[in-house]
């Protein structure tokens, strides 16, 4: 995306600044603004899923319009049709490969704010944990999931804090980990959530692990676990704990997350 956006810009300012170029240099900017997202890294199953078909949009333009006219020696029919043969011959085998995937996610967990579809067994567990919040966490109390899963602030109507609703790579780089412990000081949320939700796109990969140490730290000292959540899903594990804080001078904080 940087080298389309560069090439872009060349396009429009140094050869002709015409409508089609202009449409191809903002497309290719936005492409670049929304690769910054995620660092340059593609998911399918995350972001990538939405910037997958400006990507592909602004790559087409450049190999089909662009390219042929650096080349001319190449056929412009013949290679847009051999592109476009190529792309959906890759858009065949991805959907055959999404198949399963899409097939799986069928569990279905009904909830007072809707129903969401998750695979089975982590679909199991999701709903493990609405019921728990649902029948052992007062109405009242504040809920803060990290790094990221404000899915369950949303289908148990329990609030997060105002100021944080999750905490990925980005936004603790952002605020800073000390400027985040002392909002914790000031307004500490009744439960904090703490789930090994791998956040690779952002740079960092775990929570506590590769990234927020010393927010992690705070919640060990502050907070006691109340409950554990595992399960194992295609060699993956989904694992979060339930972290309540302490009341009592003479409550024990806990010990990190294993």
């Known amino acids: 995306t940087v080298f389309l956006t560069i090439f872009a810009a060349y396009e429009y300012f140094k050869k002709n600044k015409n409508k089609n170029n202009l449409i191809f240099l903002v497309l ?19 972001y990538g899923t939405f910037a997958f078909v400006l990507l592909i949009t602004v790559f087409s333009i450049f190999w ?5 006219e650096y080349f001319k ?42 129903t969401i579809y998750a695979d089975k067994e982590n679909g199991f567990i ?29 289908l148990t109507n329990k609030a997060s804090m105002d ?48 990234y927020g140490q010393n927010i992690c730290n705070f919640i060990y000292k502050n907070y006691k676990i109340e409950k554990n959540f595992q399960t194992s899903f295609q060699n993956a594990s989904f694992k979060l704990v339930i972290y309540k804080k302490l009341l009592q001078t003479n409550e024990k904080p806990v010990k990190k997350m294993k």
Not at 28 to 40: E, G, R, V
Not at 64 to 68: F, N, Q, S
Not at 129 to 146: A, M
Not at 199 to 208: H, I, L, Q, R, V
Request: with cysteine; proline share 4%; glycine share 4%.
């Open 28 to 46: 290719s900017a936005i492409a670049l603004l929304i690769s910054t997202k995620t660092f340059f890294f593609l998911s399918l199953h995350v």
């Open 64 to 68: 089909t319009e662009k390219l042929p």
């Open 73 to 114: 020696k190449i056929d412009k029919q013949i290679w847009q049709k051999t592109f476009a043969i190529v792309i959906i011959f890759i858009g065949i085998l991805f959907i055959i490969k999404e198949i399963p995937y899409a097939n799986n996610r069928n569990f279905a967990i009904k909830t007072s704010r809707g």
């Open 126 to 154: 999701y709903k493990k944990i609405l019921d728990y919040i649902n029948t052992n966490i007062p109405e009242s109390s504040t809920i803060l999931v990290l790094p990221e899963g404000a899915m369950f602030n949303f």
């Open 163 to 210: 100021k944080y609703h999750s905490l990925l790579p980005l936004y603790v780089e952002m605020y800073g980990e000390q400027n985040i412990i002392n909002d914790l000081l000031k307004n500490s949320p009744d439960y904090i959530f703490i789930n090994n939700r791998n956040t690779a796109e952002y740079g960092y990969t775990y929570f506590c692990k590769d």
